[in-house]
């Protein structure tokens, strides 16, 4: 069976137990491994055999779940990170250097958005924010000779629109450069991004990929469709020797691999930027019901969002599911079998109404966390992005009035009666 189903996969994929061995994932709790000679682990150091010798470079638990995530989204390989923003950070610093470029759409999440905008300029990489939904030509425009990537979420975080992946890949791929899509909200069982033409693919896997707020994590994908060499005057770390591992070039000694086998013989060599082996086996638990959880927050949140949609004191609901949203065209296309349980709306009224609105809630707790087993609401405006201006709000395709609220897997009857008794104290 070498074409396994999603369900299958999330079960049983990663982990597959030899005679007499654990039929459930160990938790390799260790920081270092024994070897019985020198020249065996020198073999390791040299990237000439493969094994364990230090967790934070690999580890056995790390590597089945990392494995089951890579099958999930039709990848060649993938590692596994400490956080959804390590693996963000790792996905562009393993392409990009002081004096590069990337293009990103606008409509990000809060954290990768000053990642890209205030962190990475600090590092000499600037980033050109662009409107997703604007046509190719304004979009090609942001492009510079030294841009090394474009990027964009599935579905936006926290506005809920959805990513035109299939064209954002023609764009990239025109300039030569491969295309990172986020599809932490999305997750594999309703989207993967390498089948419309993304070629590395993120997570936050703290989200609905853990499901249960137990672990932070993150993960990056790599498809191996991306062809390093026919663009290799922009991609010289892939490209040219690296003369930390004597001479060695990724691209030629690990083909479709070479990128995550730079990422982790590199940058979480000097970074250090690992999730421990107890996270990822709590993550690897999340895993095996993540095709069942994710078709219950798809129902309760279709449920919602058409209750919002007529509430007469709902000015807006974003939800890229229902038949008269802007972005059902492309959510039939890329997310037919559901997108998420995350929901953008605004109250007719002010700020401070939203924020009456969510404080009158019983049941649905505000939390800043988002995409887990329990329903949880957040003012972006007030809480993930009060750094951020009214307009500098709205350019990043955020209304300030937006309430974010992630639908859980409680009885759809009492998230109802908790949103209509806080709505009737607003």
């Known amino acids: 069976m070498n074409d396994k189903n999603t369900g299958t996969i999330c079960v049983q994929g990663g982990w597959q137990p030899q005679n007499g061995e654990p039929r459930q994932l160990p938790i390799y709790q260790s920081t270092t491994f024994k070897y019985d000679d ?88 600037e980033c050109t924010f662009v409107d997703p939904d604007a046509d190719d030509s304004v979009i090609e425009a942001a492009f510079r000779p030294n841009t090394k990537l474009l990027f964009g979420e599935t579905i936006s975080n926290p506005g809920g629109n959805v990513l035109d992946i299939e064209r954002f890949a023609h764009i990239a791929h025109r300039h030569g450069v491969p295309l990172i899509v986020d599809n932490t909200f999305a997750t594999p069982v309703n989207c993967r991004p390498i089948e ?6 993120t997570h936050s896997t703290t989200k609905y990929m ?39 070039t990724y691209a030629t000694a690990f083909g479709k691999q070479a990128y ?20 990822a086996y709590l993550l690897n638990i999340g895993l095996e019901s993540l095709h069942v959880r994710m078709q219950r927050h798809c129902e309760n ?13 709902v000015g807006w609901v974003n939800y890229a599911h229902l038949p008269d949203n802007k972005y059902y065209p492309l959510a039939k296309k890329y997310l037919p079998n559901g997108g998420c349980g995350v929901i953008a709306f605004g109250l007719k009224g002010t700020r401070e109404d939203a924020i009456r609105f969510m404080d009158s809630l019983k049941l649905i707790s505000i939390v800043t966390h988002v995409a887990d087993a329990k329903t949880c609401v957040l003012h972006p405006a007030s809480h993930t992005h009060r750094q951020l201006t009214d307009e500098q709000l ?33």
């Open 38 to 125: 020198s020249e065996q682990m020198a073999r390791l150091f040299d990237l000439e055999a493969n094994g364990y010798f230090y967790s934070r470079l690999a580890n056995p638990t790390n590597d089945a779940v990392a494995r089951k995530i890579a099958e999930l989204e039709g990848g060649v390989a993938a590692m596994l990170t400490s956080s959804g923003q390590a693996a963000t950070f790792f996905a562009v610093f393993n392409i990009c250097e002081a004096g590069d470029h990337i293009v990103s759409a606008n409509t990000i999440y809060g954290g990768t958005y000053n990642l890209f905008g205030v962190t990475l300029k600090k590092m000499g990489i």
């Open 196 to 201: 419309w033409g993304a070629d590395i693919v």
């Open 210 to 248: 853990d499901g249960h707020a137990s672990a932070v994590g993150g993960c990056v994908v790599d498809s191996g469709n991306f062809d390093w060499f026919a663009h290799a005057d922009k991609f010289p770390g892939l490209c040219t020797p690296d003369e930390s591992y004597h001479g060695l």
């Open 260 to 279: 995550i086998t730079k990422a982790t013989a590199q940058l979480m060599r000097d970074l250090g930027a690992a999730q421990s082996p107890q996270s």
């Open 301 to 313: 949140a279709q449920k919602i969002a058409e209750f919002l949609h007529d509430h007469p004191q």
């Open 394 to 426: 709205r350019a990043a395709g955020i209304a300030p009035d937006l309430v974010r609220l992630s639908v859980g897997l409680e009885d759809i009857s009492d998230l109802l009666a908790d949103l209509r008794q806080a709505m009737a104290a607003v």
